[in-house]
């Protein structure tokens, strides 16, 4: 019999990163810990193979401030910044993005794609705000993303670079596609942490290595039942008993109920389970004799061909690692397609994919790996997401506790961001905590900057310099003098307070709309979006009965104060022709938040101008100046 004043021994089930994290902590805190897992090796879905490649987790997402940069270190794991984000590793202003004749797009037309995608993300995510806000049923990414092209006039070859964006956003970081992915909750509430990823030298099996030296970990044991009242956990090789018990399975077993549990998991739980999303990201390795490709380029983009059939990026692991290998990322439908390929199909495709970049002498390689992530039975896929009907609400109803013997981790219970390897390590350092009684292992994340802020933000930073740069002097010095004293229906002056440099940034956000006679601006029934000035023209305003209709022209103000409060109090229709300068709210509130960083880009601009100016003077003396003695 136990010693009613030892601590809990601990079950827990699963080797990744997740687990070995809690297994660590609680045996190093006096518990008895034994680990189970199904595979002959550690590490879950950690797997650098035998060639130093990591065919699962490759990177640490947002480097500064990310728990796992102090563990790897703490650890003396070598790394290395390589930069970039999570979307676009590397950066995508440093990408060598390969186009449709092969070769490589100048910043033009990079940025003229770029520009594109801004235009529908913004919708998406305005759109999104606005069915969180009034509680709308929700419906896919892809139907949404399809209702806003239907609108824009387009060509084939916009619309693929379009999608090339929202394919690295969506299936090759999410891990799946857009038709399967909340279009209110894809996201939301999802933290990152400082700019840039890093990689680890000798792969992630080092971390996992580290975690797991002088645990019991007992390999080849593949649990099959769970029974939690006392602990017993059945596996094909025999049974185990303990106090408590941990499961970290991956999401997509728990979803194939592979295991079972006594007394059943509750409702609540389970239909987190169903609701919740699991994505496949799985990737191809080709291995070669020496560089072909120009070695000092981390990441090639690839544009070549219709992008929902290809790959996006490929990776140079020579850059970062010194190995003479290359690796194409395929996500979502187009991955778990993939896994279904002949290794000569393999080879083809990535011959043709390669040779497109690389022309039509690229050697073949030595070696091909590939990795069958959703055929994987005790993965089922790659990480989590957060599917139609879903949000990360279910993450954390996964994450509870049930009783006082069953606890749950990785990466799908972290609510705050999932998909991760620092995902599943924070869900370790939880649940230790919780076991143990020990509140000092884990504190939740409250100060990072959620994922849909730092994407607005550089969203907006892009447009404001484009705006900047390409609106006309003298229609940017009328649209402030326009805005500095521009009245509402009601007499209040919204923006008169503001510095000139400020109502410049403002202005230079608005788009120029325009009204014959007779149309309506808006509607008092429709939902409110945005601000309307008006800079020509006339136009009726109704109060709906509560005050006279009015006619109003040039410096209205129209809009406003829906800013604060939902829906409208008046309609607006035109009585000649108007033109009106218009900004969504989205956008507004975008700027509010995003100001600091568009001045610096502003203060950045000027020193380059001045700095070009300077150089192109080559520091001369104006003429006429005279050098005070």
Same mark, same amino acid.
């Given at each position: ?35 189970? !897992? ?8 950690? =797997? ?21 940069? !102090?563990?790897?270190? #703490? ?18 202003? %440093? ?11 100048? *910043? ?25 806000? *009034?509680?709308?049923?929700?419906? #896919? ?31 090759? $970081?999410?891990?799946? $596609? ?19 990823? #890093? ?44 106090? %408590? ?14 295991? #079972? ?41 690839? @544009? ?24 194409? @990322? ?38 091909i790996s590939r990795t069958a992530w959703s055929a994987d039975p005790f993965a089922r896929g790659s990480y989590a997401c ?82 900047? *740069? ?25 923006? +008169? ?14 788009? !120029? ?23 020509? +023209? ?5 109060? +709906? ?11 209205? @103000?129209?809009?406003?104060?829906? @800013? ?45 101008? =001045? ?19």
């Open positions: 019999m136990r010693n009613p004043d030892s601590l809990p021994s601990v079950l827990i089930i699963g080797a990744g990163i997740a687990g070995l994290t809690a297994a660590r902590e609680l045996h190093s805190r006096g518990h008895e810990v034994t680990v189970l !897992e199904a595979r002959e090796r550690i590490g879950g879905r950690i =797997w650098t193979d035998e060639y130093g490649v990591d065919l699962g987790a490759h990177w640490i997402h947002g480097t500064e401030g990310n728990p796992l940069t !102090e563990l790897v270190e #703490s650890l003396d794991i070598p790394y290395s910044y390589v930069g970039g984000d999570s979307a676009y590793t590397g950066g995508f202003d %440093r990408l060598r993005l390969f186009g449709t004749d092969g070769t490589v797009l100048g *910043n033009a037309a990079k940025n003229h794609i770029l520009e594109l995608t801004d235009g529908i993300l913004h919708e998406l995510e305005r759109r999104g705000e606005l069915a969180r806000k *009034n509680d709308h049923p929700d419906i #896919s990414l892809a139907q949404a993303i399809e209702q806003i092209l239907r609108g824009r006039n387009l060509t084939a070859e916009q619309r693929n670079g379009i999608r090339y964006h929202l394919n690295v956003i969506l299936r090759e $970081d999410v891990a799946e $596609d857009p038709a399967r992915l909340s279009h209110k909750y894809w996201e939301d509430g999802y933290l990152v942490y400082g700019y840039g990823d #890093s990689i680890l030298h000798h792969g992630y099996r080092a971390v996992a290595d580290a975690l797991a030296n002088d645990l019991r970990i007992e390999l080849g044991q593949t649990v099959t039942h769970i029974e939690t009242d006392p602990v017993r956990v059945i596996t094909d090789r025999g049974e185990f008993h303990a106090d %408590r018990v941990l499961v970290t399975l991956p999401l997509g077993v728990l979803k194939a109920r592979t295991v #079972s549990f006594t007394p059943p998991l509750p409702a609540d739980k389970q239909q987190a389970i169903d609701q919740l999303g699991f994505g496949t990201l799985n990737k191809i390795a080709l291995h070669y004799a020496e560089p072909f490709w120009p070695v000092d380029q981390y990441v090639f983009g690839y @544009l070549c061909r219709e992008t929902d059939r290809y790959p996006t990026v490929v990776i140079n692991m020579w850059k970062s690692h010194g190995q003479a290998t290359l690796v194409m @990322l395929l996500g979502g439908s187009l991955g778990r397609e993939l896994e279904t390929w002949t290794d000569d199909q393999v080879a083809a495709y990535t011959d043709t994919v390669i040779r497109d970049m690389f022309g039509a002498g690229a050697p073949t390689p030595r070696h957060i599917g139609v009907n879903g949000s990360p609400a279910d993450m954390f109803t996964l994450a509870e506790p049930v009783g006082e013997t069953l606890f749950f981790a990785g990466e799908a219970t972290n609510g705050h961001h999932w998909g991760c390897v620092h995902s599943a390590y924070e869900s370790g350092l939880r649940e230790a905590a919780r076991i143990s009684g020990d509140t000092s292992l884990y504190t939740a994340p409250t100060a990072e900057i959620s994922r849909r802020q730092r994407r607005d933000i550089d969203r907006m930073k892009r447009f404001a310099r484009m705006r900047m *740069n390409h609106l006309p002097d003298r229609e940017l010095r009328d649209r402030v003098d326009c805005l500095r004293d521009s009245l509402d229906p009601y007499g209040v002056r919204m923006f +008169g307070q503001l510095a000139d440099t400020e109502l410049e940034t403002l202005a230079s956000m608005m788009d !120029e709309l325009g009204f014959a006679a007779g149309d309506p601006l808006f509607h008092e029934d429709e939902s409110a979006h945005g601000i309307y000035l008006i800079t020509q +023209g006339q136009a009726e305003i109704d109060f +709906g009965g509560i005050y006279d209709r009015v006619a109003l022209g040039p410096g209205t @103000l129209l809009g406003s104060h829906d @800013l604060f409060f939902q829906g409208r109090t008046a309609s607006a229709t035109a009585l000649t022709e108007v033109r009106a300068c218009f900004l969504d709210h989205y956008r507004y509130k975008t700027f509010l938040y995003a100001f600091p960083d568009v001045m610096m880009l502003m203060m950045t601009d000027l020193v380059t101008r =001045w700095e070009q100016l300077e150089a192109a003077l080559q520091a001369q003396p104006l003429p006429g100046a005279r050098r005070l003695s």
